[in-house]
Nanobody, 117 residues
């Protein structure tokens, strides 16, 4: 059974940093790309960053470019999202996902990030 577990969320002041982690089990993690998504209250879920299976290719939403960095450690089955210069508009529940572009995606339970002004 596939499990994705996010951690590292919390409350931080604007300008601060957080590091989110996504730990995967139950699948050959190193063969999958991974995406980080977020959903703010009253808004649709949006993709924030993604990384391919090897870590050689990454992409970011325009709203987080230059502030967020996605990385992965296939030996530890983890993907991290380093978030710097956080803004109140970054407040959301953050999710990691695999196979999110298919009819059978895997999602974590989410971790809350709250940025105070």
């Amino acid at each position: 059974q596939v499990h994705l577990v996010e951690s590292g969320g919390g409350l931080v002041q604007a300008g601060g940093s957080l590091r989110l982690s996504c730990a995967a089990s139950g699948l050959t993690f190193s063969t999958y790309g991974v995406g980080w998504f977020r959903q703010a209250p009253g808004k649709e879920r949006e993709i924030v960053a993604s990384i391919n299976w090897s870590g050689a290719r990454t992409s970011y939403a325009d709203s987080v470019k230059g502030r967020f960095t996605i990385s992965r450690d296939n030996a530890k089955n983890t993907v991290n999202l380093q978030m710097n210069s956080l803004k109140p508009e970054d407040t959301a529940v953050y999710y990691c996902a695999i196979r999110y572009h298919t009819d059978n995606p895997y999602w974590g339970q989410g971790t809350q990030v709250t940025v105070s002004s």
